[in-house]
């Protein structure tokens, strides 16, 4: 099996690796990082105690482990705590945004020559993996290489779920390599249970991007910041976080609509991927809109629509508007994290394709915190609300839902201290 991936895996390098050149160095300026991937220039760490590697593929999994490093580096100042992530965003940051970290790196191409490169370097005790990111010969080798393998938030899709059962046979064998699981909800429970993974190896221990710990605003600092990027009281602020191609469109004509009804509204869009900002800008010229660009904005320049063309501000400008639409959710991507904007009890609206994050868009809609869209009427609606109250009760709903999702990251600790033990 594994030596049939192997090769499976080469010749699909060979064949994307030119167009996967071209997307990342020339059309997005990114570097490939391709003499870390193979393990050249490794950090060098004397860890002389205890030491674990912790990976996450990108943005969404690393801030997801904030919290819980954090704790951890308080709870055992002594350990060694490597990490790496798959994306140059990812990685980018967690160099910026988690603290007690000793070493970061790119997660090495899937071959048993270079993992056991990675694990004989770094040595570590325990190696864990966020959410759902399985490469065989990594998995393999951390099952040979260390005391133990963990999976932390574990989450499986419904898509994800299809093909798990399409190829059990290979998912079986490859979850045979981790020593136990911390899922989000039942659901998984059930997916791996249907794997032949036994009951005893698994847990529910929630979410842990539930556990965010964002900047407060106070009203004054938030008014402030409001005022200081041109936006008045009398303005209805929308932030669309993560959006993708296709949806933009969407968002934009749904404001024309709403402004032709006399809405005096905003619009911030932070597109999943910063290489589209040029084809936003064309499309808000497109209806007639006048763009910003985040980075090149200053004091007093007018605008309808701002792009966020940075990195890591999103969470910021969700405090700053009056609702939040999650992107990916429009299109059949799958969505994308809804919590941010509820840490800051804004109202949550989303499209129909929110597979990745289902669990928590039926719970945040049972709650009454966030709301579907199915039409373009109801696009217009989030940009001309009828009720503005009715605005204030979602938004407070949705921290009073997030709240009540706590409890992951002390589940999670107690988990890597047991299999740390010894």
């Known amino acids: 099996m594994y030596t049939l991936y192997s090769m499976l895996l080469f010749v699909t390098m060979c064949l994307y690796f030119p167009l996967y050149w071209v997307k990342l160095r020339l ?53 060694i705590i490597h990490f790496s992530c798959l994306t140059h965003s990812g990685f980018h940051v ?3 945004k988690l603290s007690g970290v000793d070493d970061f790196f790119f997660i090495p191409l899937d071959f048993k020559c270079l993992v056991n490169r990675f694990f004989k370097r770094l040595n570590p005790d325990l190696f864990i993996l966020a959410e759902s990111e399985f490469w065989p010969n990594l998995l393999r080798a951390a099952k040979k290489q260390t005391r133990g393998v963990l999976l932390v938030n574990g989450r499986i899709s419904g898509s994800t779920a299809k093909r798990y059962r399409r190829f059990k046979f290979f998912v079986k064998k490859l979850l045979k390599n981790v020593d136990f699981f911390l899922v989000q909800t039942e659901g998984e429970r059930d997916i791996l ?10 847990e529910v221990a929630g979410n842990l991007k539930a ?8 009203d004054l600092e938030r008014n402030a910041s409001r005022n200081d990027i041109g936006i008045l009281e009398t303005h209805h602020v929308v932030v669309a976080g993560s959006t993708h191609k296709g949806e933009e469109d969407k968002l934009l004509r749904a404001m024309v609509e709403a402004r032709k ?10 597109p999943r991927h910063l290489a589209r900002v040029d084809e936003i800008r064309k499309l808000c010229a497109k209806h007639g809109l006048k763009c910003e660009l985040r ?12 792009i966020l ?3 890591g501000e999103l969470a910021q400008f969700y405090a700053l508007s009056d609702a939040a639409f999650i992107g990916g959710s429009l299109i059949p991507w799958g969505g994308q994290n809804l919590l941010e904007p509820a840490y800051y009890s804004r109202p949550i609206f989303f499209g129909p394709f929110m597979e990745n994050f289902a669990a928590l868009a039926d719970t945040f809609i049972q709650s009454g915190a966030a709301r579907m869209i199915h039409a373009p009427a109801d ?8 009720d503005k109250d009715d605005l204030y009760r979602m938004g407070s709903k949705a921290k009073e839902t997030l709240e009540s999702l706590r409890g992951a990251t002390d589940k999670t600790i107690s988990a890597i201290e047991r299999m740390m033990a010894f």
Do not use: Y
């Open 295 to 306: 980075s090149k904005f200053g004091a007093g320049t007018p605008w309808e629509v701002l």
């Open 27 to 79: 059309l997005r300026g990114e570097r490939l990082h391709f003499k870390e991937r193979l393990g050249l220039g490794l950090p060098s760490v004397e860890a002389s105690g205890k030491s674990c590697w912790i990976h996450a593929v990108s943005v969404g999994e690393v801030l997801s482990l904030r919290n819980l490093i954090g704790k951890l580096r308080d709870r055992h100042p002594d350990w």
């Open 94 to 96: 967690a160099k910026t």
């Open 309 to 311: 063309d940075t990195m």
């Open 211 to 218: 556990e965010i710990d964002l900047r407060v605003f106070s």
């Open 261 to 270: 009804k006399g809405a005096s509204v905003l619009l911030i869009l932070a």
């Open 379 to 386: 696009l217009i609606q989030i940009f001309w609300p009828q």
């Open 193 to 202: 249970t249907e794997m032949d993974v036994g009951e005893d190896e698994i």
